[in-house]
């Protein structure tokens, strides 16, 4: 979706270097948070209260949660038709 009114932001729960390798090995290149912050008693999945990995939350331009689950093919679907909406081009289809 380059170009286009998106992002995708990650939060891992790995230790640092373990994510790091895991960054580089695949490649990643989003952003991606510790769920522990250092400034903070509670982490990322506590605050949105996240039970399993991976937990996807689509949100819209106005920050309300379209979707929350774990079915990456409807996530992807709920993200590419907020997408369209946004700047009126047709949804995606896989890989274009």
Do not use: H
Not at 5 to 27: C, E, H, M, T
Not at 65 to 93: F, M, N, Q
């Amino acid at each position: 979706m380059k170009n286009r009114p998106f992002a995708l932001i990650g939060v891992n729960s790995d230790d640092l270097d373990r994510a790091q390798a895991a960054v580089r090995k695949n490649k990643i290149n989003w952003r991606s948070f510790q769920n522990q912050r250092k400034e903070s008693k509670t982490s990322i999945s506590e605050d949105w209260l996240l039970y399993t990995w991976p937990t996807i939350v689509v949100l819209d331009a106005d920050f309300k949660v379209c979707y929350r689950g774990g079915d990456c093919d409807e996530a992807t679907a709920v993200a590419r038709r907020l997408v369209s909406e946004l700047d009126g081009k047709p949804a995606e289809v896989d890989g274009q």
